[in-house]
């Protein structure tokens, strides 16, 4: 009889699990989540999602004046602010926490925030939140050693204004659709003069060309006539 509950006791004891690796617990521990609070779930999977690395580093690039007045921007995330009245908040926001401290880095709307002056200007590069300081601080540098270069050391707002095609065309050869292309001045200021030289004249140069000749061959003609006039005087 001993021997009979014995084998009835041994057989009703459930068998025991093998043992399982921490991914195979976490991959069960998300599963049952997601069956018993789908929202959590959901919550999670995106807290995952944007921890993951990203080729996509910068948000977005502005450059404001001492007033906090818009010079320059351009926005990578077309999600992040939609409308230009957002972008605009967010930048009097960024401009009204950074532009009398000290630091060069700063954290708004679960952005990091990495920012320069000079004169009367302030230079920003926005990432998430999870980005990489020193990433953004590369841009930052490099964005600000090229336009020192194209602006001859002026790095200023009438300076600026004067040659914003060629700070857009600095801007473009650093970052693409958010993704860093270039981290070095030298290469960027190498890549910005080989595309002026390879764009067609603007208008303003254009009229600029024409009346240019139009002097040169003006004083050609008056050099000729000077000429004509003392051979006829011999």
Known sequence: MGEC???FRGASRPAEDPPTSESED?????RMTAQTCPRQHQRTTMEIASLEPSLYTVKAV?????????LLSKYYDTELYPSMKEQ???????FNKTHKADNEIAFLE???IVYKSSIDLFFYVVGSAQENELMLMAVLNCLFESLSQVLRKNVEKRCLLDNLDGVFLVVDEIIDGGVILESDPQ?????VNYRADENPLSEQSVAQHITGKLA?????MQSAKEQIKWSILK
Do not use: H, P
């Open 5 to 7: 509950e014995a084998q």
């Open 110 to 112: 679960g952005m990091t």
């Open 26 to 30: 976490f991959a069960r521990s998300t």
């Open 187 to 191: 290469q960027v200021i190498q890549k």
């Open 88 to 94: 605009k908040n967010f930048e009097k926001n960024v």
């Open 216 to 220: 040169m061959t003006s004083n050609i």
């Open 62 to 70: 502005f450059i404001l004046d001492n007033d906090g007045n818009r």
